[in-house]
């Protein structure tokens, strides 16, 4: 499956690198094309005609915004199997669904299976940055949980363990590791060593063009919601990744003169089980939020022994 928006320059690569897939078993492309303001509806409908049987465009009449057009494509799929591949990213290997579609069936006690990608980023100087990087093999939800090393565009899920998605989904930002914590608590997640997609990183991107606050705050809502949508069975794994996120927060949010913000999350990170931090540097975060910038004076002053 796939979702698109405004991807005119990115849209034919992503579908072409799904059509020259090399697969002994028959699939459909099913893409959700959230009422773009460019060419992207126009370059998909083109393709749709090219390839009646293979492509089953959803054009929707208004925008519903990436996590309702997410839920709504993915309620659209009708195979055992479903791949994620949003529009402005693409497949590297011709082989790739042969291959993790070849692993699940032989491997039911996997609920699903990914690879790792290359970014690319336009502005990154050096290097080629390969996710993730953590060893191949599998992983339990406990691991996702912990840190979502599944990108998107390298998922493959048995469809029937995504079920109807719950009402909250909708209301989150993180609509794709929401899906995987999903289907990976009815089994496990197969981490293949094979480069096998690219993820694009642009400012026009949903989720990199936010700040940094901005992503950690929604991961932590996502991990909320999660750990009561679970009844608290992976408290143990969720509260003390919690507790770091609000503490990086609150660290940020001192940082940016916020001193409100960063007693908020500093309180929140004490109630996920923060108060095992060094005290040093959550005293300093409870100090200056109870004194703010005459706290901070006081520090630069005490450091320069004055």
Known sequence: MMITYNHEQFISQALNSILSQRVNFDYEIVVGEDCSTDRTREILLDFQQKYPTRIRPLVRNKNMGAIKNMGATLSACRGN???????DDY???EHKLQKQIDFLDNNPASAMCC????????????????HPSCPAGSYSIEHLLEENFVPACSAVV?????????????????????????????GNIELMDEVMAVYRV??????????????MREISRMLE??????????????????????????????QNGNRRDAAKYL??????????????????LAAYSLIGSWYKLFSRTSSTGI
């Not at 199997?81 to 529009?87: C, M, T, W």
């Not at 690879?115 to 390969?130: C, N, S, T, Y």
Request: proline fraction near 4%; charged fraction near 25%.
């Open 158 to 186: 048995r469809r029937d363990l995504i079920g109807p998605l719950p009402a909250w989904h909708s209301q989150l930002a993180m609509g794709d590791w929401t899906v995987f914590a999903l289907v990976s608590s009815h």
């Open 81 to 87: 199997y479903v791949a994620f591949l949003e529009g």
């Open 225 to 254: 919601v999660l750990d009561k949508h679970f009844s608290f069975r992976y408290k143990n794994t969720i509260r003390p990744v919690l507790a770091q996120y609000y503490l990086d927060m609150a660290l940020l949010e001192r």
């Open 91 to 93: 497949w590297v290997d």
């Open 115 to 130: 690879h790792r990608v290359r970014f690319l980023d336009p502005d990154q100087k050096e290097g080629i940055h390969i």
């Open 267 to 284: 309180m929140c990170s004490l109630r996920n089980g923060g108060t095992r931090f060094p005290h040093r540097i959550l005293g300093g």
């Open 202 to 215: 642009h400012q026009r991107g949903i989720w990199s063009s936010r700040s940094r606050v901005s992503r």
